[in-house]
């Protein structure tokens, strides 16, 4: 009877887990710098690592081929799997800004580039039919001195909506630098919308964005729930086990 349980919790557990699978919230990637010097480097360039080593074939958009002042709406495209290209649209405020120091706090962070996506509004990505997207991630810039966040809402393909906040602190010193990235193995999005908290007082800077589609994701991350379920499938056999040789 016990290992008929056994048996039982183990399928279970399997289920529990390839649901996760499939219905998994966003897993998020988060590092933050708040005297960087103009330069990437500590949390933020360890959260982004992090975020890039559960991926495969991404690339990041720097921003470096569009001129100094341009605004949107922006054609982007970025690899995707199989080489296909994921073609999206940027949408809304901001510009482009090209220098190679700081600049009112704001930063590239593509060396060696100077440019990078300068906003205080809101903005959108639209990523085209065939295009859509399970993993995105970015540096950002300034963000916090003048008390704003970044709300990020992702529409996914069935036009569901879930808004995240972006954990960056709030009244941080000029020029801070930041990563925020997530990594969906279970759902794909075809739109990210970009809101500001203090939209028209508080300014960021966005670089080097990477985007990738379903089959990029090569380490997905399995709930917490899921794994604990697990964990008592696997004690219930050990259990067993021991049972068996009384």
């Known amino acids: 009877m016990l290992k008929t349980l056994v ?3 183990v399928a279970i557990a399997a289920m529990a887990l390839a649901a ?4 998994a919230a966003p897993v998020i990637f988060f590092g933050e710098n708040l005297t960087p010097a103009g330069a990437v480097s500590g949390n933020p360039l360890a959260a982004r690592t992090a975020f890039l080593s559960n991926l495969s074939g991404v690339v990041s958009q720097g921003f470096e081929s569009f001129n100094a002042g341009a605004t949107a709406p922006l054609s982007l495209s970025f690899t995707g799997s199989g080489a296909t290209t ?7 405020a901001g510009q482009i800004v090209s220098n190679p120091g700081v600049i009112q706090g704001r930063f590239n962070t593509t ?3 100077t440019k990078w996506w300068d906003v205080s509004g809101t903005f959108n990505i639209d990523f085209a039919g065939g295009s859509e997207i399970s993993a995105f991630g970015f540096y950002g810039t300034d963000m916090g001195d003048f008390d704003g966040e ?5 529409t996914d393909i069935n036009n569901v909506s879930t808004t995240l906040t972006v954990a960056n602190t709030n009244n941080a010193p000029n020029a801070s630098l930041l ?3 997530f ?6 999005y ?5 809101g500001n908290t203090a939209g028209g007082t508080d300014f960021f800077g966005f670089d080097d964005m990477v985007i990738g589609d379903q089959r990029q994701i090569v380490n997905p991350t399995p709930e917490p729930a899921s794994l604990a379920l697990v964990g008592l499938a696997l004690l219930g056999l050990a259990a067993s086990r021991r049972n068996k040789r009384v």
């Open 190 to 194: 075809k739109r990210i919308s970009f």
């Open 150 to 154: 970044v709300n990020i809402t992702l």
């Open 86 to 92: 994921l073609v999206a649209n940027l949408s809304g």
């Open 20 to 23: 996760s699978a499939s219905h």
């Open 111 to 113: 060396a060696p580039g």
């Open 183 to 188: 990594i969906d193995a279970g759902n794909s």
């Open 7 to 9: 048996c039982s919790a």
């Open 179 to 181: 990563f925020w990235g």
